[in-house]
Structure formats: C-alpha cells, structure tokens
Antibody
Framework: QVQLQESGPGLVKPSGTLSLTCAVS?????????WSWVRQRPGKGLEWIGE???????NYNPSLENRVTMSVDESKNHFSLRLIYATAADTAVYYC??????????????WGQGTLVIVSS | DIQMTQSPSSLSASVGDRVTITCQTS??????LNWYQQKPGKAPKLLIY???NLETGVPSRFSGSGSGTSFTLTISSLQPEDIATYYC?????????FGQGTKLEIK
C-alpha cells in the first residue's frame, strides 16, 4: 500500500519561498499516477494546488499558477512543491496525495498526513 | 467554471440517525462526483467515487447516489466514529474542485 509523507520547513518568512517534498513509499512515483498537492487553511476547506506526472507534466490551480512550481525526482521517488512570494494567506496544512485508478473521475485515493506551514516573520 | 454547492454546512444528529448530505453542481457532470471524509486533525479519506462506488474498506452504512447536477451522501445509521467533515469533489477543466464541506456532529 502506497504511503506519502510530506516534509519541509514549518516556518516561512513573508515574501519567502515555501518548499515541500512528498516522499512516496510502497510504490513507484513512475507508476502512471498523477500526484497532487492540496492545502487547508486553518478552519477552512480543501484547496487543490496542482498536480504532476512522473514525466514532469503539470496542471496548476489558476489561482496559484503564477507562484507555484512542482517537480518530480524519480530517482528519489518523491515530488516537490515550491510556492514563491509567500504571505500569511499561505499559512495552511499542506497535503500531498495520489490520483487513483479506480474512478472514472479523477479522485485522490491516498494522502499524506499533512504538514503545517506558517508564514510569519 | 462549474460551481458546487454543498449543504448543509453543519449538521447535528444522534447515534443511529440516518444522515444525508447533498452536493449540487451548476452543470451536468454525469456521475463524476467523489466524496471524502476528514476527521479532526487528520488527512481527508476517499469514501465514495463516481457518485456511488464505495472505496475499499469503507463501511456499508455509507452510500452515495445521484447523477447530473444533484448528489447525495447518506449514512444509514450514524456511528460516533463518523464525526468528521465531509467534502464532495469534482474535476473540471484540469482542476480539482471541492465543496465547502459539511461538519457532522453528534447531538
């Protein structure tokens, strides 16, 4: 069973860069799935940030695409998120997730436990 | 863009009650609608995909129905461990869109 684990700094300075990595275990990142980042601001709902395929193809949420970059490292079996010009509004729990195969409509069938990132000086 | 409206935003029910949460979309999305459960402090978990298919391991008291623009998540007999926030989700124009969430509490 695939497992995902987010890692990265828990504190980012305003105007700085938020960088997170999601390590995939129990399966290969090159297995044909799309891999997503989702965030949840304190007390709020789920916001999808974007997704990446092992080839490097990406789809981003238009609301964030001018600040977001995702990358994948097949040799390390992990993928990463980079969000520039961070503000307090980017304070959130960040989840990585995997798009499943079972559904006709894209769904996220495996999730990391999430990591809290606070943007503050 | 397809708009999603989930209701109610919060719900209080007793153990053993039948609970229903609805999700409506502004356009016909066939049956391409998924449901997630998020327990406090935990990651979301896929419950139901393609409107009515139970994800492996999900208790049979959960069910989903609907197609087109109106969808329903039903818990046939509420259990204490079902306390969570529930989200619907659809995929449109290369974008995952989540409903606003329904917070379910025990009365």
């Amino acid at each position: 069973q695939v497992q995902l684990q987010e890692s990265g700094p828990g504190l980012v300075k305003p105007s700085g860069t938020l960088s997170l990595t999601c390590a995939v275990s129990g399966g290969s990142i090159s297995s044909g799935h799309w891999w997503s980042w989702v965030r949840q601001r304190p007390g709020k709902g789920l916001e999808w940030i974007g997704e990446i395929f092992h080839s490097g193809s990406t789809n981003y949420n238009p609301s964030l695409e001018n600040r977001v970059t995702m990358s994948v490292d097949e040799s390390k079996n992990h993928f990463s998120l980079r969000l520039i010009y961070a503000t307090a509004a980017d304070t959130a729990v960040y989840y990585c997730a995997r798009q499943g195969y079972a559904s006709l409509s894209p769904s996220l069938d495996s999730w990391g436990q999430g990591t809290l990132v606070i943007v503050s000086s | 863009d397809i708009q999603m409206t989930q209701s109610p935003s919060s719900l209080s029910a007793s153990v053993g009650d039948r609970v229903t949460i609805t999700c409506q979309t502004s356009q016909d999305i066939n049956n391409y609608l998924n449901w997630y459960q998020q327990k406090p402090g935990k990651a979301p978990k896929l419950l139901i995909y393609d409107a009515s298919n139970l994800e492996t391991g999900v208790p049979s008291r959960f069910s989903g129905s609907g197609s087109g623009t109106s969808f329903t998540l039903t818990i046939s007999s509420l259990q204490p461990e079902d306390i969570a926030t529930y989200y619907c989700q659809q995929y449109d124009n290369l974008l995952y869109i989540f409903g606003q969430g329904t917070k379910l509490e025990i009365k």
